[in-house]
């Protein structure tokens, strides 16, 4: 069974930045491309980055393009949210998630397995 834990949420000043980790277990994350999604009250579920099985590939939503970083370490089963210059609209609920079976998607569709989540929160 597959499990992933988020790691790295907290309360920050906007400008600040944030590490946002997902440690995966039961299965290896090298086979597949993962991603980042999150979720703001009262909205719908939104993709921010993706990364290919490799690293070599990535995607990234256009409000966190330029401040965002995704990486992944294959050795560790670990893939990074690097977020810098925060804005008090990227508070929500940050969630990892590990594609079923595609070396690199961005359909949320394709992301068979997810975590718990971990809380953002960015104050003015």
């Known amino acids: 069974q597959v499990q992933l834990v988020e790691s790295g949420g907290g309360l920050v000043q906007a400008g600040g930045s944030l590490r946002l980790s997902c440690a995966a277990s039961?299965?290896?994350?090298?086979?597949?491309?993962m991603g980042w999604f999150r979720q703001a009250p009262g909205k719908e579920r939104e993709r921010v980055a993706c990364?290919?099985?490799?690293?070599?590939?990535?995607y990234y939503a256009d409000p966190v393009k330029g401040r965002f970083t995704i990486s992944r370490d294959n050795a560790k089963n670990t893939v990074y949210l690097q977020m810098n210059s925060l804005k008090p609209e990227d508070t929500a609920v940050y969630y990892c998630?590990?594609?079923?079976?595609?070396?690199?998607?961005?359909?949320?569709?394709?992301?068979?397995?997810w975590g718990q989540g971990t809380q953002v929160t960015v104050s003015s």
């Open positions: 990364i290919s099985r490799s690293g070599g590939t990535t």
């Open positions: 998630a590990l594609a079923g079976g595609y070396a690199y998607t961005v359909s949320v569709d394709h992301y068979a397995y």
């Open positions: 039961g299965r290896t994350v090298s086979s597949n491309a």
